[in-house]
């Protein structure tokens, strides 16, 4: 009977102790679970302002090139003008000739 009860007494002592532990643990897995979403969460908002930034940058250089083109565009239409005006038959400085090929003023 000694054993029994000292069997017993031990475990009024360990079923306190076994619990402490377990929740100690479960406690631990919560904050480690915790921490991690935390992290995730983190590394999410930055990925997310990254993407952002990047899209900022991306709408930037569009907008640039697009007044870039455009400028680089009304510089060639003026050079194109300019051509078409030299090959244009009223630009020529060439007197002007009757119809039986004699001279004008």
Same mark, same amino acid.
């Given at each position: 009977?000694?054993?029994?009860?000292?069997?017993?007494?031990?475990?009024?002592?360990?079923? =306190?102790?076994?619990?402490?532990?377990?929740?100690?643990?479960?406690?631990?897995?919560?904050?480690?679970?915790? $921490?991690?979403?935390?992290? /995730?969460?983190?590394?999410? $908002?930055?990925? $997310?302002?990254?993407? @952002? @930034? /990047? /899209?900022?940058?991306?709408? @930037?250089?569009?907008?640039?090139?697009?007044? $870039?083109?455009?400028?680089?565009?009304?510089?060639?239409?003026?050079?194109?003008?300019?051509?078409?005006?030299?090959?244009? =038959?009223?630009?020529?400085? /060439?007197?002007?000739?009757? =119809?039986?090929?004699?001279?004008?003023?």
């Amino acid at each position: 009977m000694n054993t029994m009860e000292d069997l017993l007494g031990a475990m009024w002592l360990i079923s =306190p102790l076994g619990l402490a532990m377990i929740s100690c643990v479960a406690i631990g897995f919560a904050v480690t679970a915790r $921490e991690a979403l935390g992290r /995730e969460r983190g590394l999410r $908002e930055a990925r $997310e302002h990254a993407h @952002d @930034d /990047e /899209e900022a940058a991306l709408t @930037d250089a569009k907008e640039q090139a697009a007044g $870039e083109r455009d400028r680089y565009r009304r510089l060639l239409d003026c050079h194109v003008d300019a051509a078409l005006d030299c090959r244009s =038959p009223r630009a020529r400085h /060439e007197p002007q000739r009757d =119809p039986r090929g004699r001279r004008r003023g």
